[in-house]
């Protein structure tokens, strides 16, 4: 088994993005997509690495770009700053989401029918919001991800299965805004699944996480257990 990556360059609304895609060349055949959404500092190694992960269990893996083409953050505030425009416009996020799925389906390796999307602190706020969109897929999963409705999502079914991976510490998303999502995850009558990892704080599966006083510190049990969840789920989801 060898893992390829290669730079897929795609446009929307006159915005130049570029995503990741990671396949097992051992096999030829077309397989189930899952995009992997970045957390707040942008397409980095580590949702690279992620889309390696994946595509060692078997898919078609595809580390979207959600700020442009060489766009990443280098502090806290250059983060800030670069995803502070998406979550004040949930529409565009949304729309910039759907690009990065119809990219990724469109790649010879890909199964359209079964797509997938995980996503990582912010990337998990945007999967949701793809799943909110009502968007015909098979299945979302966030780590660590912020929950906030969007608001432009109001009465639309959910069609996607949802799971979320949570730190019940996490100062980011408290737990009566996991509940606030519980509850619109069953108004949207999805298919949904919370799981709250005891003492986890925020970017739990992050190892360079060690910001306590930030709120993010990484957990190795829980980035283990989060992991072997979002795998049987993904099987599960696809079968």
């Not at 993005?17 to 096999?27: H, I, K, M, R, T």
């Not at 992997?36 to 942008?42: F, K, P």
Request: aromatic fraction near 8%; charge should be negative.
């Amino acid at each position: 088994m060898a893992v390829e990556t290669r730079e897929v360059e795609y446009s929307h609304r006159d915005s130049v993005f570029e995503g990741v895609l990671a396949v097992d060349n051992a096999s030829q055949t077309k397989r189930p997509v899952v995009l992997v959404s970045h957390a707040w500092g942008g397409r980095d190694d580590f949702a690279i690495q992620k889309a390696r992960e994946l595509a060692k269990l078997g898919y078609a893996a595809f580390a979207l770009d959600l700020y442009g083409k060489g766009v990443l953050g280098g502090s806290k505030e250059e983060n800030q700053q670069l995803m502070t425009p998406l979550l004040e416009d949930r529409t565009m996020l949304q729309a910039r989401m759907q690009a990065a799925v119809d990219t990724a389906i469109a790649q010879p390796e890909a199964d359209p029918s079964r797509v997938a999307a995980i996503g990582y602190c912010f990337g998990g706020l945007c999967v949701l919001d793809l799943a909110r969109t009502g968007a015909s897929i098979n299945a979302v999963v966030s780590f660590h991800g912020l929950f906030s409705a969007p608001g432009n999502t109001v009465g639309r079914k959910i069609k996607a299965r949802v799971l979320v991976l949570h730190g019940y510490a996490d100062p980011m998303a408290q737990p009566d805004t996991m509940v606030a999502l519980a509850d619109e995850l069953t108004e949207a009558q999805a298919d949904w699944q919370i799981h709250a990892y005891g003492n986890t704080m925020h970017a739990f599966t992050n190892p360079a996480a060690a910001d306590p006083e930030f709120g993010t510190v990484y957990d190795a049990v829980a980035d283990k257990r989060s992991w072997r969840s979002m795998s049987d789920f993904l099987a599960d989801s696809f079968s």
